[in-house]
Nanobody, 126 residues
Framework: QVQLVESGGGLVQAGGSLRLSCAFSGFTLDDYTVGWFRQAPGQEREGVSCISRVNGMTYYSDSAKGRFTMSSDAAKNTVYLQMNSLKPEDTAVYYC???????????????????WGQGTQVTVSS
C-alpha cells in the first residue's frame, strides 16, 4: 500500500527558507518517480520537482529552478524539498506524490499523479 506523509510546512517571510519532508512507504524510489506538486486556492496543481525512478536525477519546474532543491534518503524512505528565497506566490499546499514527468528543454512538467499525501501548508508573507 503506497503511503506518503508530508511535513515541514509553515509561515515564513519572503526571502526565507523552509524544508519539507515526505516519508513514504509501500514502494521504493526505483518503483516510482516521486515529486512535489503544489496547489493554491482556486488554481491548478503545479508540479515543482521530481526524482526520476529511471536515473535518480532531480528535475525542476521553471518556478522552482535555482531556488528549490529536492533530495532523497533511500535508507529512510524520505524525500525532501529545500525551498530558499521564498516568494508570496509560493504560498500553497505542497503535496508529495508519485507520478510522471516530461521535459521541455530543461524544465520539468509533472503529470498523472497517482498517489499523494495529505499535504502541508506553506505560507509566505510579504
Amino acid at each position: 500500500q503506497v503511503q506518503l506523509v508530508e511535513s515541514g510546512g509553515g509561515l515564513v517571510q519572503a526571502g526565507g527558507s523552509l524544508r519539507l519532508s515526505c516519508a513514504f512507504s509501500g514502494f521504493t524510489l526505483d518503483d516510482y518517480t516521486v515529486g512535489w506538486f503544489r496547489q493554491a486556492p482556486g488554481q491548478e496543481r503545479e508540479g515543482v520537482s521530481c526524482i526520476s525512478r529511471v536515473n535518480g536525477m532531480t528535475y525542476y519546474s521553471d518556478s522552482a529552478k535555482g531556488r528549490f532543491t529536492m533530495s532523497s534518503d533511500a535508507a529512510k524512505n524520505t524525500v525532501y524539498l529545500q525551498m530558499n528565497s521564498l516568494k508570496p506566490e509560493d504560498t500553497a499546499v505542497y503535496y508529495c506524490a508519485t507520478g510522471k514527468f516530461r521535459m521541455e528543454g530543461d524544465v520539468a512538467h509533472m503529470y498523472d499523479f497517482t498517489s499523494w499525501g495529505q499535504g502541508t501548508q506553506v505560507t509566505v508573507s510579504s
